[in-house]
């Protein structure tokens, strides 16, 4: 099984800006949050602990109780280019109908990209050992990162275009779990 966790609340995420590359500090009331996480893990033995090197991802973990075993840069959040810092509201102001599942952002990734990213993610996790990726497995992974990497992933995951991650809203500290229902992946749980 793998159990993604969203990163708590930062200045930017309340505000609703976009934010991917940007290395922001969770807010304080994040930081708060992100300390309650840990009773919502549970005492569940996680075979692994991999966190985006983004600041606010390693935070959440750590303040959650985790130890990050190992980060990965393709687990950072998509590159929003040019729509770095904007909202939506702004970008559509000069771009009207623009929706970032569909038309990607300029100077930074589309779909399909941050898609490819996290196809190597679950590879990785399959190659070593796969005990989180194979039916019956024994213990968890759990992938500490973005909102809308993780909504990628998850969309791969289930076998779907990775721009279908547009339909897994993932709030701050939001934890999903991805599994098996015999030899079929699914999602096991969705907490957002």
Known sequence: MIWIVRHTDTEWSVSLRHTGRTDLPLSPAGRDEAGRLGARLGREDFAAVICSPLRRARETAELAGLVCTREDADLEE????????RTTAEIR???PGWDMW???TPGGEDAAAVGARVDRVLARLADTGGAATAP???RPVVLVAHAHVLRVLTARWLGLPAADGALFALEPGGIGRLGHERERRVLCAWDS
């Open 78 to 85: 998509w590159d929003y280019g040019d729509y770095e810092g």
């Open 102 to 104: 569909r038309d990607g």
């Open 93 to 95: 102001r000069d771009h």
């Open 136 to 138: 019956g497995g024994a």
